[in-house]
């Protein structure tokens, strides 16, 4: 059972064109944040959300954090063949003291020239 | 750039082969950690360390085991490999920013196949 469930788990449209991932789960989290995965690489971070309700914009991708701090989304507007790739989503938890991250199984996008 | 660096890089082995990974860091982070990454699964947790000779095991730990004897070096053992161990395995460490911030950043990874 994933604890941040991701989706489309697959997408693929044409340049141009606005989409919107998904992040969810039935925890609440102290933060959630976005990675982005170019195939040969690991993941890198692009933004950390903090406040419930937050909205946060990286040139034409924009982030939300829902109210209640369980769900996320990602959009972006006028997609562009860079843009392709795969987007985890991630929360932290502490667990036995231990700090832990774990990751939605990921949203991997293709952007059509 | 958090200095990690993961060998090697790509691995071809048999099954019941022992195999090790290493992680190597350069900048004294307490946290490592070594995910596998799987279609359709995301990155899942293997183990982590919270500082030397101190690790964990996380939620797929069967059949590898952990080293840390150095801050900057973090291993990861398959004791006899099998090919439901070929994947992509990512070593990472973790910055604390505040209240509720791990970050992580993340090698680039090593491509191991199992036959």
């Known amino acids: 059972t994933q604890l941040l469930e991701q989706s489309p788990q697959f997408l693929s449209i044409q340049e141009g064109e606005n989409l919107t991932v998904y992040c969810n789960s039935s925890s609440v989290f102290s933060s959630l944040q976005w990675y982005r995965q170019e195939p040969g690489e690991g993941p890198v971070l692009l933004v950390t959300?903090?406040?419930?309700?937050e909205v946060k914009k990286l040139k034409r991708l924009t982030f939300q954090f829902g109210d209640a701090r369980k769900d996320s989304s990602l959009h972006i507007t006028a997609a562009q063949p860079g843009d392709t790739g795969l987007y985890l989503c991630?929360?932290?938890?502490?667990?036995?003291?231990?700090?832990?991250?774990?990751f939605g199984q990921g949203t991997r996008l293709t952007i059509n020239p | 750039d958090a200095g990690i660096t993961q060998s090697p890089r790509h691995k071809v082995t048999e099954t019941g082969t022992p195999v090790t990974l290493r992680c190597h860091q350069t900048e004294n982070h307490r946290y490592m950690y070594w995910y596998r990454q799987d279609p359709g699964h995301g990155l899942r947790l293997i183990h982590y360390s919270y500082g030397v000779k101190d690790t964990d095991k996380g939620e797929v730990s069967d059949g590898y085991s952990v080293s840390r004897s150095k801050t900057e070096d973090f291993l990861l053992t398959l004791e006899s490999a099998t090919s439901s161990q070929t994947s992509v395995y990512f070593c990472?460490?973790?910055?604390?920013?505040?209240?509720?911030?791990?970050?992580?950043?993340f090698g680039a990874g090593t491509r191991l196949s199992v036959l």
């Open positions: 959300v903090v406040t419930g309700g």
């Open positions: 990472a460490i973790s910055e604390f920013r505040g209240s509720g911030k791990n970050i992580q950043y």
């Open positions: 991630a929360g932290p938890l502490i667990i036995q003291g231990a700090q832990k991250l774990v």
